[in-house]
């Protein structure tokens, strides 16, 4: 009997030290794809120039001079803690405990989201999703340890991580200014339609204002969702609210993400930004 308890303890000793190795690999994975962002980001040695927003469509510019103020230092890196809730399917129930880390470059164009849902009393899944090189990539795993998703790279993959960095940059507002690459074409008096190019992929979203400039939705008619394995072009919608001033900039810490499917609206994030550094 004593060898039998014996042999329970190493095994369960082996287990506890497989998780924890597959822990610590998820750890350095992240922590080379931000290492990288720090790397690459290249320092934006300018300030802010409302003077050039003076060509844009209305809405555009009330939103520039409401988020930003002249002589502000163009952003170089973001980095967030997001707090909320994740939706794996439309019938769900509720909403799975969510909380995430996410690192942002403005040049080059670049994301890393490190995410935790709770899917159950003491089961977890961990998502990182990435822009790089132009490049979109993910990954999600049970316990750090059980391989769910691993994606890399294709055309509706790197389009759609661009669309989430085009739609999330409000959140380092200096990414959407004209001389950082973003083309406004006006929609009508309080929407406006941004395109994005980089590395070869393209990115256009509907973003639309409120009275005070506020951006308070985004919307794509087509972006990709994957279903059993192919990608179908999806209605896309974000929601912002709260808006809070940062370090002199006016970002929303609320935020809702939903697909618009043939049955409804499915949100399936939502989450509030609790912490906001800039570099």
């Not at 303890?9 to 998780?19: D, Q």
Request: with cysteine; proline share 5%; hydrophobic share 45%.
């Amino acid at each position: 009997m004593t060898k039998i308890i014996l042999l329970c303890i190493l095994l369960a000793g082996g287990g506890l030290a497989a998780v924890w190795r597959k822990h610590e690999q998820w750890s350095q994975y992240v922590s080379s794809l931000v290492g990288q962002v720090v790397q690459n980001a290249s320092a934006l040695d300018r300030t802010v120039d409302l003077a050039e927003t003076n060509g844009l469509p209305e809405p555009v510019k009330r939103y520039f001079h409401q988020a930003l103020k002249d002589g502000l230092p163009l952003i170089s890196q973001a980095y967030l803690i997001q707090k909320g809730g994740f939706r794996t399917r439309p019938e769900m129930e509720g909403w799975a405990k969510l909380s995430a880390r996410q690192a942002f470059s403005s040049d080059p164009k670049a994301l890393v989201w490190d995410a935790k849902i709770a899917v159950a009393p003491a089961v977890s899944v961990r998502v990182c999703d990435v822009y790089q090189n132009g490049t979109g990539a993910m990954k999600a795993a049970l316990f750090s340890m059980v391989p769910l998703v691993d994606v890399n790279g294709g055309e509706e993959i790197d389009q759609g991580a661009l669309m989430r960095y085009l739609a999330e940059a409000l959140w380092f507002p200096t990414a959407l200014l004209p001389s950082q690459g973003v083309v406004w074409e006006a929609i009508d008096e309080n929407r406006a339609r941004a395109t994005m190019v980089d590395a070869g992929n393209t990115a256009s979203l509907e973003f639309s204002f409120n009275d005070e400039g506020e951006i308070v939705s985004v919307y794509s008619p087509a972006r990709y969702r994957e279903v059993d394995g192919a990608y179908i072009p999806t209605p896309w919608e974000g929601r912002f609210a709260d808006y809070t001033e940062v370090n002199g900039y006016r970002v929303p810490i609320e935020a809702e993400v939903a697909w618009h499917l043939p049955d409804g609206v499915f949100h399936y994030w939502r989450a509030m930004i609790v912490e906001i550094h800039y570099r």
